[in-house]
C-alpha cells in the first residue's frame, strides 16, 4: 500500500542535542512538507521542497535542517538552536493541485 | 489579518442535527480548497476538497464554496459522535516565483473542534 511513514512515533531530546526525524513515502509525490503543530497554534510550515536537491524555508525554519537526496525521503533535523523544539512534527506530500496526505507524526518532547 | 480563518469554537451539536464549519480566506487567487479532520493525537486527515464555485457532496459531508465572496464551508449532515475532532481548512494560494507560479504549499487555518454529543 501506498503511503507515507514517519519515524520514530516518540522522540525524546536532550538539551543540545540534535535529532532528525525520518519522512519516507511510496506515493510517488514530488512535493514534500515539514509542518510543527504546537496546542492551540494550528499548523506551521517549517521546510518545503519541490523536487530533489532543492527546498525552501517555511515560516519557522530557524533551528531546523533537512535534505532532500532522494524523491521518497525528506528528513527533518532539529537542532540545539531551536530553543522550544516540544511539539508534534508533520510530514506531508502531494501531486501539485491535490491536497497533502500526512504521516502518522513524531512527537517530540525535551528532556 | 490571517490568511485562513476559521469559525471560533469550539462547535458543539447534538446527534443527528447539522454541523456548519465555516472558513474565510485572504488571498482572492487561491485555487484549490481543503477540509481536513484531526482526531485528537493524530494527524490530519484529508475529507474534502473542492476547486469550483458551488456544492461538492461526499456522504454526509457537503463543501461550499464561493470564490466571490471568498468562502468556504463544510456541512456535515447527520453528526455523529465519531465525527467529534478539530477540521482544518486549508487553501492553495497562488505563489510567483522568480521561474513562474508555484502552487507548492497549503495555507491551513487554525482548526475549529467539533463536539458532537448523544
Known amino acids: 500500500d501506498g503511503g507515507i511513514t514517519q519515524s520514530p512515533k516518540y522522540l525524546f531530546r536532550k538539551e543540545g542535542q540534535n535529532v532528525t526525524l525520518s519522512c519516507e513515502q511510496n506515493?510517488?509525490?514530488?512535493?514534500m512538507y515539514w509542518y510543527r503543530q504546537d496546542p492551540g497554534q494550528g499548523l506551521r510550515l517549517i521546510y518545503y521542497?519541490?523536487?530533489?536537491?532543492?527546498?525552501q524555508k517555511g515560516d519557522i525554519a530557524e533551528g531546523y535542517s533537512v535534505s532532500r537526496e532522494k524523491k521518497e525521503s525528506f528528513p527533518l533535523t532539529v537542532t540545539s538552536a531551536q530553543k522550544n523544539p516540544t511539539a508534534f512534527y508533520l510530514c506531508a506530500s502531494r501531486l501539485t493541485g491535490l491536497g497533502y496526505t500526512f504521516g502518522s507524526g513524531t512527537r517530540l518532547t525535551v528532556v | 489579518q490571517k490568511e485562513v480563518e476559521q469559525n471560533s469554537g469550539p462547535l458543539s451539536v447534538p446527534e443527528g442535527a447539522i454541523a456548519s464549519l465555516n472558513c474565510t480566506y485572504s488571498d482572492r487567487g487561491s485555487q484549490s480548497f481543503f477540509w481536513y479532520r484531526q482526531y485528537s493525537g493524530k494527524s490530519p486527515e484529508l475529507i474534502m476538497s473542492i476547486y469550483s464555485n458551488g456544492d461538492k457532496e461526499d456522504g454526509r459531508f457537503t463543501a461550499q464554496l464561493n470564490k466571490a465572496s471568498q468562502y468556504v464551508s463544510l456541512l456535515i449532515r447527520d453528526s455523529q459522535p465519531s465525527d467529534s475532532a478539530t477540521y482544518l481548512c486549508?487553501?492553495?494560494?497562488?505563489?510567483?516565483?522568480?521561474?513562474?507560479?508555484?502552487?507548492?504549499?497549503?495555507?491551513f487555518g487554525q482548526g475549529t473542534i467539533l463536539t458532537v454529543h448523544p
Open positions: 486549508a487553501v492553495n494560494p497562488i505563489v510567483f516565483n522568480a521561474g513562474g507560479t508555484s502552487y507548492g504549499k497549503l495555507t
Open positions: 506515493l510517488n509525490h514530488d512535493a
Open positions: 521542497s519541490q523536487i530533489v536537491n532543492d527546498f
